[in-house]
């Protein structure tokens, strides 16, 4: 695939966020250790807790113990004194969401916060992982003993993008935006066009209608699947966002105007804003956990989360500027043999075009659907020119797919005018599939957090569960399975290291920060069954699990969240980067999420690094023994999360100095 050649651009040294008074500060701390953090008793379980101190090192050989304090911001369905709900889920009319009792639909997914100053004055801003999904942003006062209290809870209005969904990680720019990755699970094109109908019983054809044809929650199962049950996707993902946000029918819905990143400004006032009142649908469909942008404001790293998903890099035209690039898929080599600690892997980039968003939101306006992309087959019985591959959509059981571009008996959707069309729509419309076309790797399960670390120059990835696509033989397409990992379902942070390169069609790749190898950091481990708190943890208690949101911070400290069902309390830890030591600095509610993804905000030499807790007591664990130990213990249909224990929880941690 031939590329115009773009002049290099010359790296920034300015890290993305960061302010004149942080950077003049982290000069000045070299290290910092903090205190390691107990796990809960019983008395403890219901509250959020942070390490009570930490001893910051600075570079001319002083250090100082600081004592550290959790604060909570709010709960969701708090009031403000002008009567707004935080959480408060909306329609596209701006109208509450309700029950069918009546009640208000409240949210208990905060996931990440970001903090951001204008002309003196404080705002936060915090994503909401649900479908439909939201963004608040919140005007803070600033009291006299330094915290924050919230003076006005405001709803971003999607309407003008057509709504957004699992608002999930963010990171701000380097330009002072915040960039939102919509976790889109659920919307992907397969469960939405009918030709795949037949073909799996995850689709909306079986999501039942209420007599004026919107979806009414309910699932009947096809006779081919008569014992699949997916009423919880129609109920819980679908229904919300097509018949309770936009109050469309299902053949007027259009899924390709989800999966993206989207950029929100703040203006001089303090007021938010979608960038350019669009998706960034150049950087891709997929199921972005987050967008990492690095010091050239050019190269943006994404993980795919879910299974048999991918790690993506964009590649803007222009620095600060991501409304059109080129995309690409990482096609991982393995070094390591399969028993290895998980692994290490050189790391290759296969192009899958260029495109700017317009002509990408264009694409999606006409109507098109999956099968003008692809001709869809029967994954039991591939024809000629189609291919066989595992996807997110399918997993294991695989699809059929054969690109339409006139190729291999293949025809031209009335959709597009050219074949140059077809491929950049697929490119970016559809780069899973494209992407395992030309050789990508398709493999990753729960990609999540991503930082880069400034001190060494490299990049890490979390990987929440090592399992099932990155597993050797998972993968029945010909030629691939490029990850062969044993399985450890406790995850990995994985470090990135970069160097030149060519793409895999022989084009050169005009960035510094190209990965091109990929290792392992960090390991969970499995507990056994003789461990400390192998009785309710089925990793060990002291090392990590499921790492999701991840930070680095500056002075050597990479943060690490942590989201899954393998330790009873999930935890919040640092690494630092340079003693490799690990240290447990929070904790939240049995059954909750570690999220926040640490955004920072530094006044008068003190940062605010924003913690939240997710879905308290919302999900089940298991112990050692794989033993399910606590189960969810709400019923979010029903409205009980409004109880006050059950609320998602939104807050920062003071005592630290910036170390950015």
């Known amino acids: 695939m031939k590329k115009k050649i773009l002049a ?10 960061v302010t004149a008074v942080e950077k003049a500060y982290s000069a000045k701390v070299s290290n910092v250790e903090f205190e390691q953090l107990s796990l809960p008793t019983t008395a403890e379980e219901g509250q959020i807790r942070v390490s009570p101190s930490a001893t910051v090192y600075f570079k001319d050989g002083t250090s100082k113990k600081v004592s550290l304090k959790y604060n909570v911001l709010y709960k969701t369905a708090d009031k403000d004194s002008y009567g707004n709900s935080a959480g408060m889920m909306m329609d596209i009319n701006k109208n509450p969401i309700k029950f069918a009792d009546g009640t208000i639909r409240y949210s208990v997914q905060p996931d990440s916060s970001n903090y951001f100053e204008r002309n003196g004055k404080y705002f936060h801003i915090q994503h909401f992982e649900n479908s439909p999904g939201m963004i608040y942003y919140t005007e803070l006062a600033l009291n006299s003993d330094g915290s924050f209290k919230p003076v006005k809870y405001t709803n971003i209005d999607f309407a003008p993008v057509k709504g957004t969904v699992i608002n999930c990680s963010a990171q701000k720019s380097g330009w002072d935006t915040f960039l939102s990755a919509e976790e889109d699970y659920y919307f992907a094109g397969y469960w939405f066009d009918p030709n795949s109908a037949k073909y799996t019983a995850q689709h909306v054809n079986y999501c039942d209608k209420d007599a004026n044809g919107y979806l009414n929650g309910k699932y009947t199962a096809p006779s081919f699947a008569a014992k699949a049950d997916w009423g919880w996707w129609c109920q819980e993902m679908v229904k919300p966002l097509l018949t309770d946000y ?25 007021n938010p804003y979608i960038k350019n009142n669009t998706k960034h649908y150049a950087t891709g469909k997929f199921t972005p956990e987050v967008a990492v942008v690095m010091p050239d404001n050019r190269t943006v790293y994404m993980l795919d989360d879910g299974s048999y998903t991918g790690m993506f890099m964009f590649i803007a035209d222009k620095p600060k500027d991501m409304t059109s690039g080129f995309l690409y898929l990482a096609k991982l080599t393995q070094k390591s043999k399969d028993d290895t600690d998980g692994g290490e892997f050189s790391v290759d980039w296969v192009p899958l075009g260029h495109a700017d968003e317009d002509t990408l939101k264009e694409y999606v306006d006409r109507g098109i659907s999956l099968s003008d992309m692809f001709d869809v087959g029967d994954p039991a019985n591939c024809g000629a020119g189609y291919t066989k591959m595992n996807g997110y959509e399918t997993g294991k059981a695989g699809m059929c797919v054969r690109l339409k571009d006139g190729t291999n008996g293949s025809k031209i959707s009335s959709k597009f005018n050219n074949t140059t069309e077809v491929h950049q729509a697929a490119g970016f419309l559809e780069p899973r599939k494209y992407g395992v076309l030309y050789g990508g790797t398709m493999e990753f399960s729960k990609g999540e957090g991503v930082t880069y670390d400034h001190d060494q120059d490299a990049i890490y990835f979390a990987i929440s569960r090592i399992e099932g696509s990155m597993k050797k033989g998972e993968v029945t397409k010909s030629g691939s399975d490029h990850i062969r990992l044993k399985e450890n379902k406790c995850g990995g942070v ?39 708190g192998a009785d309710k943890n089925y990793c060990q208690i002291d090392k990590i699990a499921c790492p999701d949101n991840i930070l680095y911070m500056g002075a050597n400290q990479l943060f690490i969240a942590e989201d899954c069902g393998y330790h009873y309390t999930n935890a919040l830890w640092t690494y630092n980067t340079v003693s490799k030591k690990l240290t447990r600095i929070g904790t939240v509610q049995p059954g909750a999420e570690v999220t926040g993804a640490f955004g920072t905000v530094d006044i008068n030499g003190n ?17 050692a023994e794989g033993k399910t130990i606590l189960s969810g213990a709400f019923d979010d249909s029903k409205g009980t999360v409004t109880d006050d224990k059950y609320k998602g929880i939104v807050g920062y941690i003071t005592g630290l100095p910036s170390l950015r």
């Open 494 to 532: 994985f470090k990135g290291t970069f160097g030149t390169a060519v793409d895999t069609a022989g084009n050169n790749l005009f960035s510094c920060y190209i990965v091109r190898n990929l290792k392992a950091e960090l390991l969970g481990v499995k507990a056994s069954t003789t461990d400390p």
């Open 246 to 270: 936009l109050k469309v029918k299902p053949e007027q819905f259009q899924p390709y105007h989800y999966g993206y990143i989207v950029e929100i400004g703040a203006d001089k006032t303090g």
């Open 607 to 623: 940062a605010y690094v924003s913690f939240n807790a997710q879905h308290p007591y919302g999900e089940s664990r298991s112990n």
């Open 8 to 17: 290099l651009m010359s790296a920034f040294a300015l890290f993305a966020g």
